[in-house]
């Protein structure tokens, strides 16, 4: 079963200002979490792997991926046009992952995913 969240998810995970860093969960390898179909080619778009937000990219039949979860303290992006945005305390994030605005001071990691009979799966 493909679980995805199309479009904008912007369901935060409740989180005080302070202390460390958020946590950066990872799906299971072998997951399926979309399909090629479920993907505008080059909008980011937030879909869910058990219960972890992952930021997928399409480039035809490439689709990279990011962590959905705030490097500052654990909230999940979304994708605002220009940025992943991080609607907890306001960090922004390029499409690459790298940090444009603080107080996150760590880019979103890469997740491994692959394109296998046009579903991504989580690698």
Known sequence: ???T???VVGVPVLAACGGGGGTTATPSSG???ATLADLADGVPTVVMAQDTPVVLTRSGDTVTALSGVC???GCTVRNDGANLLCPC???MFGFDGA???GPATEPLPAVAVAVQ????VIA
């Open 117 to 120: 009979g046009g579903e991504v």
């Open 89 to 91: 305390h306001g960090s």
């Open 5 to 7: 969240a199309l479009g």
């Open 99 to 101: 940090v444009t605005n």
């Open 31 to 33: 997951e399926a979490i």
């Open 71 to 73: 490097t500052h303290q």
């Open 1 to 3: 079963m493909i679980a």
